[in-house]
């Protein structure tokens, strides 16, 4: 296990979410004890990462230094890899110069993107739908796997955990995540007991006040539950999980949308128009009853945590 993901004061990274994500929500990520993360692509324009980073690092060390009994959890930034992301190598210069402890790749998996990450000091975690990713990625030099399983929020896949975690454990014994349904304390238990290190948490963070989502996207996940949320790649060519609510309000039937071409997948401007208007959610949001504070959602998810370890050791 790479030095920087041990000893964490939770189990738990937060997912890195598009548009939504941003440094305040980061920072009190890590804070309260998780791994907090964002996306590259959600700094627009590009010069805009290099004011965002240097705000995560400076707030992380003075609160290091403030605190040094009870340190901030690492920071981790998103960077997805597939050939439309035109803006790669200028945000790959960046994280270099800031030297992000954990980056986060996806959609794809490079031995040169990884170098570059190892040659500062940096660990790589890949997210994966399925075992056969999961070796492509680790040999391509991955530190570490995000099993993406069934009901996670956004882009996923359809296997069970159950078994995706299986098959990984099988032949992977670094660090790995869990990413699906997750967004309480017994699940993020559950999770390592199935073999995870982590739990992978994005969904019941939108509904916080950090979160740069709208008031109606934060309350929609306060509102819903699993059956609200529909599997679908129109909206970026990749197949993804989205409340049903901001599809109906976009004027689409939820239960007949068309399939998109995977060719045609964008993470650009288009994109980013999409995710405003229909908004992507995992399927565990029936145990947010509430918007919180990030502080109060993770103090929510410790005291379950804690709860169900004691049960489960009586």
Request: hydrophobic residues 45%; contains cysteine.
């Amino acid at each position: 296990m790479p030095k920087i993901l041990q000893n964490l004061p939770l189990p738990i990274i937060g997912s890195p979410l598009f548009i939504i994500s941003n440094p305040k929500l980061v920072i009190e990520q890590c804070k309260a004890g998780v791994v907090g993360s964002m996306p590259a692509l959600n700094a627009r324009p590009a010069a805009q990462l290099d004011e965002w980073l240097a705000e995560i690092t400076e707030a992380l060390a003075a609160y290091n230094q403030a605190n040094p009994d009870k340190p901030a959890a690492p920071f981790a930034i998103n960077q997805i890899v597939h050939k439309s992301n035109d803006r790669l190598d200028h945000d790959m210069e960046l994280v270099a110069k800031y030297k992000v402890p954990i980056i986060i790749t996806s959609l794809g998996a490079r031995v040169d993107i990884n170098e570059a990450i190892h040659a500062y000091g940096g660990v790589v975690m890949h997210d994966l739908i399925t075992n056969a990713f999961a070796h492509k990625a680790i040999e391509k030099g991955a530190d570490g796997l995000i099993a993406v399983a069934a009901g996670a929020g956004g882009h996923a896949g359809v296997k069970s955990p159950f078994a995706l975690i299986q098959e990984i454990r099988q032949w992977f014994d670094g660090p790995l995540a869990l990413s699906g349904s997750i967004a309480s304390g017994d699940a993020v238990l559950a999770a390592q007991a199935m073999g995870a290190d982590f739990a992978y948490i994005g969904s019941a963070f939108i509904a916080t006040e950090e979160a740069r989502a709208a008031d109606g996207y934060k309350q929609a996940i306060v509102d819903s539950n699993s059956d609200d949320i529909v599997y679908s790649n129109l909206f970026t060519g990749v197949h993804g999980n989205y409340l049903k609510p901001s599809i109906v309000a976009a004027g689409l039937d939820p239960d007949n949308l068309p399939q998109s071409d995977p060719s045609k997948m964008n993470f650009g401007g288009d994109a980013k128009k999409a995710w405003k208007d229909i908004w992507g959610c995992g399927q565990g949001i029936g145990a947010i009853t509430e918007v919180a504070t990030t502080a109060n959602m993770v103090a929510r998810l410790k005291r379950e945590y804690l709860v169900a370890r004691a049960r489960l050791a009586l």
